[in-house]
Structure formats: structure tokens, C-alpha cells
């Protein structure tokens, strides 16, 4: 008995136990929860949460937070698009430069994580707190957004980009095959590398960390660039299934993030946590976002049955803790 | 023991020229130059002309639609009668949802001139006919000419409804609206926009396409 109590810990379960459960009174409360197009429609929509959520995780496994996700999308999402529909143009030098998709959504992601490592950077080389960084990014990205696209959207970007936002592979939306790719690649980083170590080790307790030898700033800096970098894939796939760079994109993307890693039980304070948890949190979060507006609940009372969700993990989370 | 050093610094050397290769290949087919003045002679080559779109259309497309649609008084009877098969029969939109786009003609007598619009008694309907605020895409989407579909951008879509609107701003209401006064009669073709959820049918909002004052 004491060794099933000690192998079958109820709290690893919780998130899973709870997505099931929504599930379950979803189908029982609505008509068109079950079916094969609205389980599409759900995986496509949570896609690019899953990847910033991603990117959170690690963040919050070395006990930091990153705000600035939401604008880092809109930001590389506005520069694909506009590299990709209008190029570069140096007049002084009679220059055009025009990008293909590849080099469009390249020049995207350096942009996401040049952002993100100037977070890390900030974090560990200055020590402002990550709230405050990233923070001071969230305002700059949307400036930068803003002035790329001087406020007006980027629109008719061409088959071949929208593709990755709403083409289908193998009977799979793309946006799936993207995000999934990002899950295992970070799952494989955080369980089987001596990188995803360090990144437990540092939530876990920083200064033993330090005193063992890892180097800290370095582990995160490549953490905020990776969060920098993935907020970027995000914007890719939003951009690519809008058909359009709007520069008002990924506002409060960051909460929805955040939430997904709550939700699946990684420690705000670092150090505990996992990629699968996440997921989990971002599957539920997209399942209860589609369950209140297929039952018709007003978008006031999602916000607050949303806010209530995401209170109930974190109270489940620290009751673990203490229990633990 | 020699050979040990040597072989971490082959491999380093394998690893660091497979990168550059990558980079290489990734850097060639990410971007291409050329001449600025070179591109730009393409561009307007290929930039999509609203305006010379509309004006190809404006006498025989989309003329022959707008003299072929519904009288309004016999289309505000059908919407009292069923509302869902009039907006079957008679309505264009863009894709799914409540909206739908009606081309209208009518005569009626002007029982106001305002600032923005010009009312008009219609048997026993009151219609509003747009002077001021031209805007929306209702001619464009009411004509079912013009489909999404053939345009790849869809800023070159929006830009037909804008040289539409331009065009009846420029060419159709100045006349109209230095000429007219209350008790004129006036013909009209037009379009509507209406909700078929929200249904409003006092005193619809017409966009119009023709106008013709007959004293």
C-alpha cells in the first residue's frame, strides 16, 4: 500500500483528471463539442498558445516570468509579413532586397529571440527583476509594432505562407504539426539534455547553483531568447492563418500563457514543472475557451470563469506543495 | 594519446562547416537583389488598378446589374411576407453570417434634403438615400460581380469598393445634390445592407448607383 501511495501521486494527474472532466460535461452540455471538425478547430486554435506557452515554461522553471510575449509575436509576426510583402528597399543605393517565405520567417524568428535575449540580458547582467523587463519589453515591442506598421495591418502575403496557418498535412492542420514539433523539441531539451538540467537546477535554488558551477546567466539568457524565439513562431502561424499582420495582435497573449503554465502545475517559483503539464494547461484553456462560447456564455463571463480557473490551479498547486 | 586532441578538433571542424553550409543555404534561398528602379517598374506593373478595374466595369457589368434588381417596395412586401427566402432569393454576401446586400430601384417623391442624405417617399415607405457618407462595400458585394476568391490580397478586394464609392462620390452625387428639392420626384438604382437578425425596414439606407430627378 505504501508503495502504490508513494508511485501513484493523484497531484501528477490533477490537469489531466480536470481536462477530462471538462470534456465530459462539455459534450453532455452542448451539441457540437464532439465532433470531429470543433476538435480541429480547437487544436488549430490553442497552436500558438501552446508554442509561447512553451517558451513560458521555461522561463518559469528558472523562477522568472516573461511579459512580453504577446507583443514579441505581434512584432515578428508585422516584420515576416512586411519583409515578405514588401522586401527592404535602400534607395541610396538604387537597392532592393526581397525575401522569400524562408527568409521572411527567418528574419522573424531572429527578431524574436535578439528580443528575448535582450530580456535575459537585462535580467542577469543589469538584475532588473523579470517582471520589470520584460514588462519595459511588452511597451517596446508594441511601439516597434506599431511603427513597422505604421498602425495599418499587412495584408495579401501570398498560398505558400498561408499555408502554415491553414494548409492541412497528412490529415493534420499545420498549425498542429508546428506547435507539436515545438513540444517534443522542448520536452527532449528539458528532459534529456544537461540544459533542461540546469534549468530545474536554477528554479530550484539558484545559489546552490551557482556554487556547483552552472553558469547561470548564460542558461538564462538562452532561456529568454528560446521564450523570445517561440513567441516569434507563435506570430508566424497567427500571421500565416489571418492572411494578415495586424498590429494590434497577441494583446494579453502573455496572460493566456501564463495560465497554460499554471494550469499545468509548474511552480511559479521555479524549479518544478513540466513541457506535457503545459500543454495540458493550454488544451484546457482552449477547451473551456470553446465549451463557454459554444454554450453561448457571455465574453464577460468567460473572463471571470477563466480567472476563477486559473485562481482554483494555483490554490490546488500550493495545497500540493504543502502536502508534499 | 596524440591522436585524441586531433580527432575532438576534426570533428569540431566537421560540426562548424556543416553549420556554414546550412547557413549558406539558408541565406541563398532567403533573399534576392535587385536594382530598386528595376522593382519598381515591376510593381506597377503588376500593382492591382482598382480604379481602371471599376471604370473596365462600370457601364456594362455592372450597369446591366444594377438595372436588373428588385423594386424596393415590392422587396420591403417580401421581407414582411418571409424574411429568410427573401434573403435567399434576393441578397449577395460575402460568406456565412446575418448580413445581406440587396441591389434596389425605386421612385419617390423627396420629402427632405439634409446635410448627409436625401429622403424620399416611396408609396408608403420612407427611403433614405445616401449623399454624404459613401462608404462600406454594399455596391461592390450587392452587384455579385466581384468574388474573393480572385483576389490573392485582400487589400486589392477592398480597394474595388473604394474606387466604387470614389466614382459615385465624384460623378453621381454632386449633380444630384446641387439640383434636387422637396417635392421632386426621383428615380434611383442602388444597394442596401441589411441584418437579417436585426431587421430594420424603416426607412432603409440606400447607397445609390443611379440618380435621375424628374420635376
Redesign the interface.
Known sequence: MISLKKNFNIAQFQSLIALFVLCLALALLTDNFMSTDNFWNVMRQISVNVCISVGMTLVVLTAGIDLSVGSILAFCGAVTAGLLKN?L???S????????V??AI??GFLIGGGLGFVNGYAVTKFKVPPFVATLAMLTMARGFTMLWTKGHPI??L??SFGFLGTGWFLGIPMPVWISGLVVITAVILTSKTRFGRYIYAIGGNENASRLSGIPINKVKIWVYSIAGLLAAVGGVLVTARL??AQPNAGISYELDAIAAVVIGGTSLSGGRGTIWGTVLGAIIIGVLNNGLILMNVSPFWQQVIKGMVILLAVIIDKSNQKSE | MSTKPTEAMNNKAIKYGIGVVALALVGYNSIYIQPLDQKLAENQQTVFNAKAYVDGIWNQDLAKAYQDCSDISQLIDSFNQDVNSTFEKNSHALGIGNIGYFRVKGEGIVSAVNENNVLLQVGSSRIEIETEFIFGNALRDASGLVKINDYEDTADFNSISEAMNDRIRQEVIPSFRSKVKEGDSVKFEGAIELNKVHLNLDQLEVIPFTLQISS
Open positions: 522586401g528597399s535602400i534607395p543605393l538604387n537597392l532592393f532586397i526581397g525575401f522569400t524562408l527568409g527567418v528574419a495584408t495579401g501570398g498560398g492572411d494578415s
